[in-house]
């Protein structure tokens, strides 16, 4: 059995987890990345697409945001389809001149995983049969088999940042955590097309129909969503369907046409809002998705990761630098109120932007009114594109 050593163990090799070890790395902290994919698989992954401004600031602040500078497209501002009519949030005037980065997840993790390797970092991908052990008491240790061989690496600290089906939180004894969940009654339907966006800023469009969104990952390729029943066969959905729905959510006979193109993928993405309480147990703490989920509405899965990450960083800095473990016994509650602000957030997003099931004409009616009331009201506004943008980074 092959036995390691590091300071910082970490189960993940998604944002949270790279992230954390860059990071740490940047302080001197060894930290050792577990991860049951490949590097291909991880690399490729298409997930989320919008940075916030904090976030983008803290990649390039950490040397890791050069290709995002280059390939990143910088968005100003978002639109609102609604009752037959576009109208646009401006952040530049109601975010304080703040912006949002259009970059994909996918993007991020090729930087993070060439800043670890480049600096000689160590990340152990397709991992199997791992397992989280002694974090309970002083001397936490991850297991796991690599190339037929099990191992054992033995650290000080455990971050689990495996996502929300990995075995970090599954680990924690039964009742020593409380879970709040919220699962919507519709799913999104996702494309990824070879076709120039049509709009040079995102488009959510409430629609009677169903919500619909116009995203993009570059100037050549375009992402977009059609609201779906949860439980909806993909293969109910060809490539015209999808379009011809998408014009019509999109569009609504304005004469505005969407560009259309080649479909490279697509999926169908459940929708629902997760957190669980605490974040650590013993010396394992929970990191992005492992802790909780936010619907997509409102942009925020990956900035919440990082965010989460810079937060327990920070506090294992203070510990090997000082030995005091205040700010990691503040981790929990240092990030739960921003999760629980940006839960609101995606939530509200999501209910005011989607058809649901047991809507009658005057909860319509009402989505339209608040609508109308954020685009036309100031604070409204102001409101929307101060949490679209990202809120201020907390500290314990």
């Not at 970090?168 to 799913?187: K, M, N, Q």
């Not at 327990?312 to 981790?331: I, K």
């Not at 009114?369 to 314990?396: I, Q």
């Amino acid at each position: 059995m092959g036995k390691m050593r590091t300071q910082v163990g970490i189960v993940g090799a998604g944002p949270a987890g790279l992230f954390l070890a860059h990071l740490l790395h940047l302080t001197g902290i060894e930290a050792v990345i577990v991860e049951a994919k490949s590097r291909r698989y991880v690399e490729e992954r298409i997930r989320a697409g919008v940075l916030e401004q904090g976030v983008r600031d803290l990649l390039v602040e950490t040397g890791i945001g050069e290709r995002m500078k280059l390939e990143g497209l910088l968005h100003h501002g978002i639109n609102l389809r609604f009752g037959g009519e576009k109208r646009r949030i401006d952040f530049s005037d109601l975010a304080d001149g703040q912006a949002v980065t259009v970059y994909s997840q996918h993007e991020v993790v090729k930087d993070l995983v060439a800043a670890r390797i480049g600096a000689g970092g160590t990340i152990i991908f397709e991992a199997e049969d791992v397992r989280a052990d002694g974090f309970e008491g002083q001397h936490p240790v991850i297991r796991f088999t690599a190339g037929g061989e099990r191992h054992e690496l033995f650290c000080d600290y455990i971050a689990g940042c495996d996502g929300s089906h990995g075995i970090c939180r599954s680990s924690i004894p039964e009742g020593a955590l409380t879970s709040f969940e919220r699962v919507y009654p519709f799913a999104w339907l996702g494309i990824l097309a070879r076709a120039a966006p049509a709009s040079e800023e995102l488009i959510y469009a409430q629609h009677e129909r169903g919500f619909a969104l116009l995203s993009m990952r570059s100037p050549t390729i375009s992402r977009l969503y059609v609201q779906v029943d949860p439980h909806e066969d993909l293969a109910n959905w060809p490539d015209d369907r999808i379009w011809e729905e998408l014009q019509i959510r999109l569009g609504g006979g304005t004469g505005w046409q969407l560009t259309e193109g080649p479909v490279l993928q697509k999926g169908i993405t459940a929708m629902r809002s997760f957190v669980t309480e605490p974040m650590q147990y013993g010396r394992l703490f929970l990191a992005g998705d492992a802790a909780h989920i936010v619907p997509p509405t409102g942009a925020k899965g990956m900035n919440l990761a990082i965010a989460d990450v810079r937060v327990l960083a920070r506090a294992l800095q203070s510990f090997y630098e000082t030995g005091r473990t205040d700010r990691l016994e503040a981790y929990s509650a240092t990030c739960l109120r921003r999760i629980w602000k940006v839960q609101r957030f995606s939530w509200w997003m999501t209910s005011m932007l989607h058809h649901f099931p047991e809507h009658t004409p005057f909860d319509h009616r009402r989505q339209l009114a608040e609508l109308d009331y954020v685009t036309s009201s100031r604070v409204g506004g102001a409101t929307l594109a101060e949490n679209y943008v990202g809120l201020p980074f907390d500290d314990p």
